[in-house]
Each structure stands twice: as structure tokens, then as C-alpha cells.
């Protein structure tokens, strides 16, 4: 296959015809922007299971999304999409990066679902920004950051929906957007590596920062994940 790009976990290969691609999961663990890197097998087939799960989901209520179809156990066809330079992360939960700037203790539930915007950089860390900024700098307009904050809104509302099902805690996590055929669509994946989830009753982690922190059981908490989704879902 023809590659295309190459990311820290998945690989983009050329698809079927100029409007699709076909995208594999890595085993590759990273975190600090790359810095901390390890491979971890199995955790691409965990992620793509779990993300091909949550986005067949999101389709059937009435999400549009890049996935065309899966093809094996790592990989994907999906859309090929011009991907909004902005990465669109939703909080429910104190935790990470939000806790250490505003001193709210890990672990707290917001008041209200908080939706913040980055900008999609490696070199200048993906800092985060507001609209007036973006809008601004060219990035995107205001009606679809508008798009951008009403579908993430949406998402979380069928997601927490679902991990609570689960007996999951959907803390907060990241979502990626696209332009193909005129409109914006779901795009990358949503997985634990990038999604913080912990156990409804104990708080156990189950997501990357086990990773992050060198708590262990990396695979085992993916694996938790994928088992109590595919019960959730019937699957």
C-alpha cells in the first residue's frame, strides 16, 4: 500500500480511490508530545475495536463521521477529509492539565460540559485558544467553530450516555473534525488514548494515563474498556 503519513499511532495509507484512505493502528504508546514513547502490543487492535464501537455508535444517532467500513482488526477505510486545524476537547470532569491550571481538584464534576478549542500544532504544543483567535489567524470561521462546539455537545451527550451504561466515567477526552463533500464530519478516532475513563464506582483509570504516569496494566485497562463497551452495546 501507498503510505501517506505517518502519525504517532496510526498509519495513513492511499484507499480504494481518491476520496477514501485506509488507516492503521500502531502498537505505539506516546505521551508529552512524543517524548515518552513505548510500544505496547496489542494496543492498536484495542484502540481500533473500541473506536470503531464508539463511532459505529455515534453513526447510528445520527453523527456523520469519516469511517466507511472496518477491514481488519487494525484497520480502516475511511473519507479522506481536510482536517480543521483545531482540536476540539471536552471536559465533564476536573482532571489533567484543566485541574493544574484553575487548582480544581482531579476528580471534580463540572457544573456545566466545558468545550475548549486548540490549535492543531506539534511545535507549538496544541495551545489552547479562543474563537476571536482562531477566527482571527484564518484557521476557521464562526460558524463552524459554532458546528464545531454544537457537534462535540451532541457527542458527549450520546457518549457519557453510553460509558455511564458501561459503568465508565467519561471524564473528558478529544475530538478531530474534517471537511469532506461540503460538510464537517467526525474524524481520527476516540479511544482511551484519547479519552480519560475511570471506573464509575472505584475511579480505577482505564485510559492513557496509565500510561502517562507509569501506573501499569496498560492493556488491561483497554481491555476493560472494550468488554464492558461491547456489553453496553449488545455486541
Excluded at 36 to 44: A, F, I, Q, S, Y
Excluded at 202 to 227: A, P
Aim: proline share 2%; hydrophobic share 35%.
Amino acid at each position: 500500500m501507498q503510505k501517506l503519513y505517518e502519525g504517532k499511532s496510526k498509519i495513513v495509507y492511499k484507499g480504494e480511490d481518491d476520496k477514501t484512505c485506509i488507516i492503521s493502528y500502531k502498537d505505539t504508546a506516546t505521551a508529552g508530545n512524543g517524548a515518552k514513547k513505548e510500544d505496547l502490543p496489542g494496543k492498536g487492535r484495542l484502540n481500533a475495536a473500541i473506536s470503531n464501537l464508539i463511532f459505529e455508535y455515534l453513526a447510528e444517532n445520527g453523527v456523520k463521521t469519516h469511517l466507511v467500513k472496518v477491514l481488519s482488526e487494525t484497520s480502516v477505510l475511511a473519507k479522506i477529509a481536510e482536517i480543521v486545524q483545531v482540536e476540539v476537547i471536552v471536559r465533564n470532569v476536573a482532571a489533567g492539565s484543566f485541574s493544574k491550571k484553575y487548582g480544581v481538584p482531579e476528580g471534580t464534576s463540572l457544573k456545566n460540559t466545558v468545550v475548549e478549542f486548540c490549535l492543531k500544532s506539534d511545535e507549538l504544543g496544541d495551545p489552547m485558544i479562543n474563537d476571536c483567535q482562531l477566527t482571527a489567524i484564518g484557521v476557521a470561521t464562526q460558524e463552524e467553530l459554532d458546528e464545531l462546539k454544537s457537534a462535540a455537545l451532541k457527542i458527549d451527550s450520546l457518549l457519557t450516555s453510553l460509558f455511564l451504561k458501561a459503568g465508565i466515567r467519561l471524564i473528558d477526552y478529544k475530538l478531530e473534525f474534517g471537511k469532506a463533500d461540503g460538510e464537517i464530519i467526525l474524524c481520527d478516532e476516540i479511544s482511551p488514548d484519547s479519552c480519560r475513563l475511570w471506573d464509575a464506582d472505584t475511579d480505577k483509570k482505564l485510559d492513557k494515563d496509565r500510561f502517562r504516569r507509569d501506573m501499569g496494566g496498560v492493556i488491561e485497562g483497554y481491555e476493560e474498556v472494550l468488554k464492558r463497551l461491547k456489553e453496553a452495546l449488545g455486541k
